[in-house]
């Protein structure tokens, strides 16, 4: 899949400034289900405290997102699909919802931290979006859960 130019831009400078072959690979994605959500997720990369991220185990694989995997860089994009920052991934790990741990929920740093908060925050994200392609939630399924670090811009 071709990226945009601006997002290939972004790669190219990060890769100058850092001495990081610019054929390397690198995932683009931006979070969440709308341009507001987006927004706000990769603003609480930028200057907050999201270090983690989850996805449903089947959006990833062949003709789909690549799985994560640690080392690799991902430049991060806004809602209008614009690059904000680069990160790398520290940690991979999938299991089922209910086995999220406390440190991972504070670490992905969104509502109030808590385990109980990112359970049902998930459930409903998970439920809306396999709503829309027509499919239904379980709490069987495997999730990504995915650590990282921001490496660029580095907020102040």
């Given at each position: 899949?071709?990226?945009?130019?601006?997002?290939e831009?972004?790669?190219?400078?990060f890769?100058?400034r850092?001495?990081?072959p610019?054929?390397q690979r690198?995932?683009?994605?931006?979070?969440?289900?709308s341009?507001?959500?987006?927004?706000?997720?990769?603003?609480?990369v930028m200057?907050g405290?999201?270090?983690?991220?989850?996805?449903?185990?089947?959006?990833?694989?062949p003709?789909?997102d690549p799985?994560p995997?640690?080392?690799?860089?991902?430049?991060?994009?806004?809602?209008?699909?614009?690059?904000?920052c680069?990160?790398?991934?520290t940690?991979?790990e999938?299991?089922?919802?209910?086995?999220?741990?406390?440190?991972?929920?504070?670490?992905?740093?969104?509502?109030?931290?808590?385990?109980?908060?990112?359970?049902?925050a998930h459930?409903?994200y998970?439920?809306?979006?396999?709503?829309?392609?027509?499919?239904?939630?379980?709490e069987d399924?495997?999730?990504v859960?995915?650590r990282?670090?921001?490496?660029w811009?580095?907020s102040?």
């Amino acid at each position: 899949m071709a990226r945009a130019v601006t997002v290939e831009t972004f790669w190219r400078e990060f890769c100058r400034r850092h001495g990081v072959p610019p054929d390397q690979r690198y995932d683009a994605y931006r979070f969440g289900d709308s341009i507001e959500m987006a927004d706000e997720l990769a603003a609480l990369v930028m200057h907050g405290p999201k270090r983690a991220t989850a996805g449903l185990l089947d959006d990833f694989g062949p003709g789909k997102d690549p799985l994560p995997e640690v080392g690799v860089h991902s430049v991060i994009l806004n809602g209008r699909d614009e690059p904000v920052c680069v990160v790398r991934t520290t940690g991979v790990e999938v299991k089922r919802l209910g086995q999220v741990d406390e440190s991972f929920a504070w670490d992905e740093g969104e509502g109030d931290r808590t385990v109980e908060w990112w359970v049902a925050a998930h459930r409903r994200y998970f439920t809306r979006d396999l709503a829309r392609r027509g499919r239904s939630f379980s709490e069987d399924m495997p999730v990504v859960f995915e650590r990282f670090d921001l490496i660029w811009p580095v907020s102040a």
